[in-house]
């Protein structure tokens, strides 16, 4: 069989078994759903996403070059600009995409029911949230490093460049507190959650400090360990949730009129 037909078949199997995987969470009633339905769609989703309609706007729309250095090459100073492991540049993006839209916007769709939520993530990722953020960062790239304010002042003149730097802060403080306000609802009288939330602020510092200085470059390794006591904050947070003698020490947000 030829190699090209083979990689259809994998990829139309791949694309089947992510619509069975929403097909499986459209039809599901009640409050219990198994978790292995999230995880099959979204990656599922997401591979196809990744491999035809990103190559086609790498290829097409943005014409991505990988010969040409970046600003963190030509104009490393080891302050502003610094050559980055691309994995640790993943990691800050992740972070950044997974704020406030993939955070509200699920919380509230949950309230209708499991479909909602999954399909905002899904299809607001692959065809909103990613394409933004991967353009936004080409024409920064391509514009020696410049924010989004800065590039508006090159296109647009002084007053659309304070125009859009004004836009920007207003609309992130917004989110911000709108985020603070629908997720704080969320993890109200939860102990747990508190509690796992608490101890991935020690974890983010002890990864760092382990990537930074004691094993240079080794990011592998450091993505490991931070699972890994990623997954021991979310069990730590239960078993506190569920000793009756501490779980009060972390049931902070009940004292707050929300």
């Known amino acids: 069989m030829p190699k090209n037909l083979v990689s259809k078949f994998i990829w139309l199997g791949i694309a089947v078994l992510g619509a069975s995987a929403v097909g499986g969470i459209a039809i599901t009633r009640g409050e219990s759903i198994n978790a292995i339905w999230f995880v099959v769609a979204a990656i599922c989703t997401y591979l196809v996403g990744f491999r035809f309609y990103s190559a086609w706007i790498c290829a097409k729309v943005l014409v991505l070059d990988e010969t040409r250095a970046t600003p963190a090459e ?57 394409v933004q953020d991967m353009i936004i960062l080409f024409c920064s790239t391509r514009r020696d490093g410049r924010s989004l304010g800065q590039m508006a002042r090159d296109e647009l003149g002084p007053i659309g460049g304070w125009a859009a730097l004004l836009g920007t802060m207003m609309i992130m403080v917004i989110l911000i507190a709108v985020l603070g306000l629908v997720i704080v609802k969320a993890m109200a009288h939860s102990p747990w959650a508190t509690a796992t939330v608490l101890g991935t602020i020690p974890v983010a510092m002890l990864v760092g400090i382990y990537m930074k200085g004691i094993r240079p470059g080794r990011v592998l390794e450091g993505t490991l360990i931070g699972i890994a006591l990623l997954f021991a904050c979310v069990l730590g947070g239960g078993l506190i949730d569920a000793n009756e003698s501490i779980r009060g020490l972390f049931q902070w947000l009940s004292l707050i009129h929300i």
């Open 74 to 130: 030509r104009l490393s100073n080891g302050r502003d600009f610094i050559p980055t492991n691309k994995w640790v540049v993943f990691g800050h993006h992740f972070a950044a995409i997974s704020g406030p839209g993939p955070l509200i916007g699920p919380t509230l769709a949950m309230q209708f029911g499991y479909l909602p939520g999954t399909i905002w993530i899904l299809v607001g990722a692959v065809l909103g949230g990613c």
